[in-house]
């Protein structure tokens, strides 16, 4: 049984992801915008989805999303409010009681949710008393910013502390490189640490290729926030899409992402989705007719990742495809075989591509009996590594001349020293070194022996210590 999902937002871009996320579930679950819907006679035994692990619902047929929105001004929650009368849990919510933004500052942000935490700690427990089979959480947030980083951080740290058996996943939004925020760099390079050490699995996402992508999709010039993330939330509801709509396999998180995730440090994930059909989106005609062949082999196209590909050759560790509508099976094994043979594998990696065949939403109508296929792919390769390598020497550039630092002297532990950029800076090197390292064949082999060496392989009689001299004698 696929257990329960709470959503965090954070944050003005993780609020706006958010709802256009919350937006795409109600659609897909027949539920309407103040969170009644017209099934609610239909007998649960008879509905094809699954409601429970993102919606709680009452006798009266009304749908409440598990849902927590945290940020330090008011303005994009009041719109989320706004645009959805009667859907969202007002109890669900927490403002900073200054109610003005971090100022970009990842210091201001942590240290608002430093001072804040046992009450946002406090609304989460709150939440988690509806559920009965509680999986783990998504956070949604940018890196770059002051409340989805810095808030967003101590955010992930209270999470592992309190709910260390919970999986705890990220979709997180990286810069583009025309950004005008100076302390970016900062931001992200202590964002990055967070999800090294806190998070179980991040999907990563980067304004350019959003950027790029949105700019073919919706074909006008000016594309806002509202058009870019209906991209975003085409890809999370995609993700969990055997998990509302059940199937045999990958019906929970753990299932779904520990076939893409080898070893705990390998857990930055990339994207890509093919069509962005209207199902997904608005204002768009590409519902043409396609074939499971067709999209898998779109998938592994660099034009449609929602994150930049500089990397040519890139070495994959493992992929998770879901698609969606009427799959032939020979279309699925036609498609593994050619995308087995272009791209290439880790030597270690022996079962590295995972189809789930997904089902459509009987509520969108308007497609319910249209021949096209929809899908979506995540793939833990090394062609992350440049992201990660480009935010490491944005950062070395500016905290090489201690340029734009004001803003963190004032806030622990930045007035006393420099010791938490330069550690975090070195854990992300680590990540680094750690993808290049496992596109080599005895990668794995390297894991193992440091395992056993960790467990204590001794002669229990044999100890010593650093002088040579035998301990128990």
């Known amino acids: 049984m696929a257990g329960e999902i709470v959503t965090l937002q954070v944050g003005q871009c993780g609020n706006q992801i958010g709802q256009q996320f919350w937006s795409q579930l109600t659609k897909e679950h027949g539920i309407d915008r103040d969170g009644y819907t017209q099934f609610f006679n239909i007998q649960s035994s008879f509905r094809d989805d699954n409601t429970d692990p993102f919606f709680k619902d009452n006798d009266n047929g009304r749908y409440t999303p598990r849902a927590i929105m945290l940020d330090l001004e008011p303005k994009v929650i009041n719109d989320v409010f706004n645009n959805f009368q009667g859907l969202f849990d007002q109890r669900n919510v927490w403002v900073s009681q ?49 409340t989805g980083s810095g808030l967003g951080s101590n955010l992930l740290e209270a999470l592992q502390e309190r709910y260390p058996k919970s999986f705890l996943t990220t ?75 059940p199937s045999y396999m990958y019906s929970s998180l753990q299932s779904i992402f520990c076939t893409l995730i080898p070893t705990p440090d390998l857990h930055f994930l990339t994207p890509s989705f093919t069509p962005f059909s209207s199902d997904y989106i608005t204002h768009t005609s590409d519902d043409r007719h396609n074939t499971a062949y067709d999209v898998i082999l779109d998938l592994i196209d660099s034009t449609t990742s929602l994150t930049t590909q500089t990397e040519k050759n890139p070495v994959y560790f493992n992929t998770f495809c879901t698609l969606i509508g009427s799959i032939d099976n020979n279309d699925i094994l036609r498609g593994i075989n050619k995308i087995q043979h272009r791209l290439q594998f880790a030597p270690w990696s022996v079962t590295s591509i995972h189809v789930n065949m997904g089902r459509r939403s009987p509520y969108l109508t308007s497609q319910k009996d249209s021949n096209y296929i929809n899908g979506m792919m995540l793939s833990n390769n090394s062609g992350i590594v440049p992201l990660l390598t480009n935010s490491c020497e944005t950062f070395d550039k500016i905290f090489a001349k201690r340029a734009f630092l004001n803003a963190f002297r004032e806030v622990e532990p930045f007035n006393r020293d420099d010791l938490e950029f330069t550690d975090s800076r070195s854990i992300v090197q680590n990540v680094i070194d750690e993808y290049t390292a496992a596109e080599e064949k005895d990668y794995l082999d390297d894991i193992l022996i440091d395992e056993e060496n960790m467990a204590g392989n001794l002669d229990p009689y044999n100890q010593v210590d650093a002088d040579g001299d035998n301990i128990l004698n």
């Open 98 to 146: 200054e109610r003005y933004g971090a100022g970009n500052s990842w210091a201001k942000g942590y240290d608002e949710g430093r001072r804040n935490m046992e009450y946002i700690l406090n609304i989460i427990d709150k939440e988690l008393e509806s559920t009965d089979n509680f999986e783990g959480f998504q956070l949604l947030h940018s890196v770059a910013g002051g």
């Open 171 to 245: 979709y997180s939004i990286f810069p583009s490189n025309e950004s005008e925020v100076v302390v970016q760099p900062y931001n992200t390079i202590l964002t990055l640490r967070r999800l090294v050490e806190e998070s179980d699995a991040s999907i990563v996402f980067d304004n350019n290729a959003i950027s790029n992508l949105s700019s073919r999709i919706f074909k006008k010039s000016n594309v806002g926030y509202s058009d870019s993330n209906q991209l975003i939330a085409a890809v999370m509801s995609s993700v969990t899409n055997s998990i509302r709509f």
